[in-house]
């Protein structure tokens, strides 16, 4: 096996991590950082917007983590230059995933007490800021969690959502070395699937893997299996994204209940392909899959890997019934958030030029970020001690 084809692996045994940045979230220099630091401390998969500028971050912070593997290695994290899969995320139809909040700061009262600006996870809400020089929604932060709209006290904030168009982005996006593809879709939308796969279908052969994301519905594992026979025959790996209660993980510990029965609820269907984990994830999830015996058992010993495993229409089915592997989105973006924001600020204070300050270039801050990553990267692979 090649180190192309070490997340493969990572799905294969059972300790698959994936760092979601946001299908719409698209401020370039957290992609690149959370891309650099999760790398190094070693997920297999990094998921962005379908974006070529946010794909280019992306690939710049891979880029950057290969160059410090020796230095990564000497501080103790098990990477060893492998790069992750690099995911773009697509939708057949109207998504929480693909939506950005927006509303009038004018039409705001001058005595609002601002809740929207407190809760917003990704600091994307701002009034009267110098360093934003505006007031409002900041739309590149913005990843469309929701949060901010009931507790408008005025009810001014609305959000405007997006459809990935196949015949403008999809020749785009798959020409620019993505390895691996997420497709949204509800129960219902079969015809919209349907579409969207034939626009990029002249470029699947070229995936090393394909996932679906779907939330729980009635007639849901119906979908699915219907799904899986349009897709057929695809000769990467395949996913079924078990989407349990979206861009929730940073709120407590309760929301990755949702996560793990849906993910059980797929699992019992014993669809062809693997389960992962997603919505409402967080540092509880991996200790909540274990003790539910949901993991697969890192003392069994691991099989070779072969690429002809993945293909949906032979050996892809999961013998054990166990979560290939976990999706962390918000929580772990959110988990970063008090680094990157320590480097946005060391930007701001920069009178002489506006230049990025980019995540490598402080190296305090960079091992920081890469122990705290690493703290949530390491639950899952956790068979592999430093």
């Not at 394909?210 to 699915?224: F, K, V």
Request: hydrophobic share 40%.
């Amino acid at each position: 096996m090649t180190d192309l084809f070490a997340p493969l692996q990572s799905l294969k045994q059972g300790d698959w991590f994936k760092l979601i940045c946001g299908a719409s979230f698209q401020h370039l220099p957290a992609v690149r950082s959370l891309t650099l630091a999760y790398t190094l401390a070693g997920a297999d998969c990094i998921d962005v917007a379908a974006d070529p500028a946010v794909i280019a971050a992306a690939q710049s912070g891979l880029q950057a983590a290969k160059s410090l593997a020796q230095d990564a290695q000497k501080r103790g994290f098990d990477y060893k230059g492998n790069l992750p899969f690099l995911m773009v995320s697509l939708n057949d139809g109207e998504d929480p995933h693909f939506r950005k909040a927006e509303f009038n700061p004018h039409e705001c009262p001058t005595d609002c007490p601002r809740p929207c600006e407190r809760i917003c996870p990704a600091q994307a809400i701002v009034f009267d800021s110098i360093k934003e020089d505006f007031s409002g929604v900041v739309s590149e932060k913005c990843y469309g969690c929701g949060r901010c709209i009931p507790v408008c006290p005025y009810g001014i904030i609305y959000t405007a959502s997006s459809v990935t168009t196949p015949g403008a982005i999809a020749p785009l996006v798959m020409s620019t070395g993505v390895d691996a593809v997420e497709i949204h879709t509800k129960v219902g939308r079969l015809a919209e699937f349907e579409r969207l796969w034939q626009a990029i279908s002249p470029w699947v052969d070229k995936l090393k893997l394909l996932a679906i994301s779907c939330p729980d519905g009635e007639g849901m594992i119906d979908y699915l299996r219907t799904l899986y026979e349009k897709i057929a025959p695809f000769k990467g790996a395949l996913i079924w994204q078990t989407d349990g209660r979206p861009m929730s993980g940073d709120i407590g510990d309760g929301t990755t209940i949702a996560a793990v029965k849906l993910g059980q609820k797929v699992l019992a269907a014993k669809l062809p392909g693997y389960v992962q984990l997603a919505g409402g994830t967080n540092k509880y999830t991996v200790a909540k899959l274990k003790a539910m015996e949901l993991l697969k058992d890192f003392g069994l010993p691991i099989l070779d890997f072969r690429l002809e495993e993945a293909n949906p229409q032979s050996k892809i089915q999961n013998p054990k019934s166990k979560i290939s592997g976990v999706a962390y989105g918000s929580y772990a973006r959110v988990l970063l958030s008090p680094i990157l924001e320590q480097l946005e600020n060391k930007e701001v204070s920069n009178t002489n030029m506006k230049a990025t300050v980019r995540l490598e270039e402080d190296e305090v801050l960079l091992w920081q970020a890469v122990e705290l990553a690493h703290s949530l990267v390491s639950q899952i692979k956790s068979q592999q001690e430093r």
